[in-house]
């Protein structure tokens, strides 16, 4: 593979942020977008019916075409949409089930901390949540009342997932929306890329996740990218070294250390976290590892120890095998904690506000 030495691409955006998107393999100039910072009571039949392909099939038969109509168009305006649904799916169902308490906005006057504010959300982009937004509000003039913003979520996830060339899974439906969003449940639940493999299996494992599924959900970071911040200490100070981390490649360490300086980097710079196909939801994400072409410490740990080794040389091996377990694992991930019935759940009307049903 021959990388090429890499550009600084400056641009300057009416708005007050702005990205600059650097791979090693070639310049992307990123659009200005803006960075995160952050049902009516009409009776849904068999309301407490288990999760189904077919749950909305009488309530509103629609509702796939009605979100893949939304996803479709971001794709096209914004692609960035993609990794920011898929992320926002996964720190949704990693803090109190896959229930959509990551879209509730902080109440006007209310001094308590929402999930979408907590730190370890911090780097969710804008694209995510204005997706569901988009998608919700399609939904309710067609069918109001009936589809929850959790079910939403997890098609356009999948949406986006084949959009940018990745499997096509069905997926079930029937999740309620959470009634509770708070800042303080959040830490801990959340992996973080310094966090070690023993933390990351344990983690996972409180979640019904197995390693091979966490291996194989962590092949979402094929497309994407990260801040500086995440991966600095990897570059110039390695567990307290004062190294940069033996395992990254040193083209890659060199390109890296010119976007994100030790001193007096830039916060909005970010990095592909797949550094060959940042924008194709493929496997190279597993053959990079193997290549010390990791970007986050918590990608290379899944090459380097040896209980999951094997599983990258697998996916990274075979394109199919990855495509058919990723869409078993986000099936398995979708359904992590999901409330059913009013009792433990709500149908907003409004993704960010809770009330509805
Ligand atoms: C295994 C533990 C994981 C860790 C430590 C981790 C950590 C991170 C970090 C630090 C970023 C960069 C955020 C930024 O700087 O903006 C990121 C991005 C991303 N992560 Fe993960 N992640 C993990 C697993 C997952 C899983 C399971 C999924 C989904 C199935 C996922 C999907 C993504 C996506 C799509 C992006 C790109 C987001 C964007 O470009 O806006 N990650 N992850
Ligand atoms: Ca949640
Ligand atoms: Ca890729």
């Known amino acids: 593979m021959s990388l090429s030495p890499p550009h600084f691409p400056r641009i300057t955006c ?9 791979t090693i393999l070639s310049v992307t100039i990123f659009p200005c977008s803006a960075k995160s910072s952050d049902a009516a009571s009409a009776t849904h039949r068999g309301g407490h ?12 038969p629609q509702v796939e075409q009605l979100v893949g109509s939304v996803t479709g ?35 006007p006057g209310n001094k308590e901390l929402v999930e979408k504010d ?18 919700k509000s399609l ?26 060339g990745g499997p096509y899974y069905q997926v079930k439906k029937g999740r309620w929306d959470g009634r509770i969003s708070t800042a303080s449940n959040v830490s801990g639940n959340i992996p973080k890329p310094n966090s070690t493999l023993d933390h990351l299996i344990t983690l996972f494992a409180t979640k019904g996740l197995t390693i091979e599924d966490m291996v194989t959900l962590s092949g979402a970071h094929t497309i ?19 190294k940069p ?14 976007s994100c300086p030790e001193h007096g980097w830039n916060p909005d710079v970010i990095s592909p976290v797949d550094v060959t196909t940042p924008f194709l939801f493929d496997h190279a994400y597993y053959g990079n590892l193997e290549a010390r072409l990791g970007l986050l410490a ?8 040896q209980r999951t080794r094997p599983i990258v040389l697998e996916l990274g091996n075979d394109k199919g095998k990855f495509f058919q377990m990723f869409g078993a694992a986000m099936e398995k991930m979708g359904s992590i904690g999901v409330k059913r019935g009013r009792k433990h759940g709500e149908k907003r009307k409004v993704c960010r506000v809770h009330g509805g049903v």
């Open 139 to 164: 939904v309710e003039s067609k069918c109001p009342g009936v589809v929850s913003c959790a079910d939403i979520l997890t098609i356009a996830a999948r949406d986006f997932v084949h959009l940018a």
């Open 73 to 107: 168009q971001q794709f096209k305006d914004a692609p960035i949409s993609g990794p920011a649904t898929i992320r926002l799916f996964f720190h949704d169902c990693f803090v109190q089930g896959c229930d959509a308490s990551i879209l509730i906005d902080t109440k």
């Open 298 to 305: 918590s990608d290379e740990a899944l090459f380097i120890d």
């Open 245 to 258: 981390d033996p395992y990254v490649d040193p083209r890659l360490l060199k390109s890296l250390r010119m």
């Open 14 to 22: 009416s708005s007050s942020t702005f990205f600059i998107v650097i």
């Open 49 to 60: 019916r288990q999760m189904s392909y077919e749950y909305y099939s009488k309530s509103c």
């Open 118 to 135: 907590a730190f370890d959300n911090r780097d969710l982009r804008l694209e995510g949540f204005e997706t569901i937004d988009k998608a």
């Open 224 to 242: 994407g990218f990260a801040h500086c911040e995440h991966f600095l200490g990897r570059l110039y100070n390695y567990s307290g070294t004062s």
